[in-house]
Each structure stands twice: as structure tokens, then as C-alpha cells.
């Protein structure tokens, strides 16, 4: 990253699971993610975060028996990942369903076009877009 780049925030997701450490070894699996930490106990929550090392940001999953996670909204809750290189992205599509996720028709159509969704046993999407975020621009 360039000098004349501000200081990037750190994403983290939360979702919530009823199903902590099948969701954690799915999405880790899946999507070639570490576990880069995780808590016990925290008030009454447990959790997991997952991503790659050194990257602004991270997925968490996080689980209280005394609060349901329940469904997501709707079919439009995504988590889309650009992955420009046709080889990386088959392979990539291919661990996602060797993990356990579910092939699924998108909502949107727009992301069948160059992509395949994924759906996790509760529900949760995932796509995976052979293409390169057309936000992106080049910082070097």
C-alpha cells in the first residue's frame, strides 16, 4: 500500500450461530481461513474469529445459549469474495463444497453470472465472483 493511502479500519462481521464450532471448521475450511482467536465465557458468549493473517478483516461467529441465532433475513445476506483467477476460483469453489456448503441458485441474478452461491446449513450465503471487484483500484 502506498503512503498516500489512509490508515484502512479493520471489518469485522458478527453473526451469530447456534452451531459454534461446525460453522467455524465449515467457513475455515471452505474459505481457507485461520483461526485467529476466539473467547469463552465473554458475558455469556462464546466465539471465534477467522481470516487471514494481517488483513483488515475478519469473520466472527458467536454463540449464546440463552439467545438463539435464529434464520438470516433473507436470501440477500451475503458474504461475496473476488477471486479474479479462473484456476484459484474453481479451486476455491470446489474446497467450499468439500467443506459442506451447499450449491444454490442466487437471488439476485447477478451473481450466477460469473459467480456460484453457496448456502451454510443454516442458511448463511456465500458468494464466490470470478472477477475482480470493479471498486478496486490499483494503490501502488
Known sequence: MSEDVPHVPTLRIARPT???????????????????GGFEDHDGF????LGYPNCPYHLEFTT???????????????????IPDATDWTDRCRQMEDAGFKVVVASNPYWDTNGKTFEDPEGYRVVIQNATWPRARDTS
Open 18 to 36: 447456534d452451531q459454534l464450532r461446525a460453522m467455524t471448521q465449515l467457513y475455515a475450511k471452505g474459505l481457507d481461513l485461520d483461526l485467529l
Open 46 to 49: 462464546d466465539g471465534a474469529m
Open 64 to 82: 449464546n445459549p440463552n439467545h438463539p441465532a435464529g434464520s438470516p433475513p433473507s436470501h440477500e445476506n451475503l458474504l461475496i469474495f473476488y
